[in-house]
């Protein structure tokens, strides 16, 4: 029986929310082991002068644990 458990990351990109997702999952495959997936939670965008300056995601990464 497998046993995962779920992390939950904030991420932020100046090129888009796909870089964005990417840029959280890679950094948490640094650290965590057995990533099975992940769920776009959130996106956000930070807007200065009527332009979006900063993309934000927060996802959950799945992961199975040892």
Known sequence: MAV????KITASSTQ???????????????TLR?????EVIAQKAKVENG???EY??????TFVLD
């Not at 995962?4 to 992390?7: D, F, Q, W």
């Open 4 to 7: 995962a458990r779920v992390t």
């Open 16 to 30: 888009s929310f796909q870089e964005a997702v990417n840029d959280g999952l890679n950094r948490a495959a640094s």
């Open 34 to 38: 057995g990533i099975t997936g992940l």
């Open 51 to 53: 332009r979006i300056t």
């Open 56 to 61: 934000r995601v927060t996802i959950e990464v």
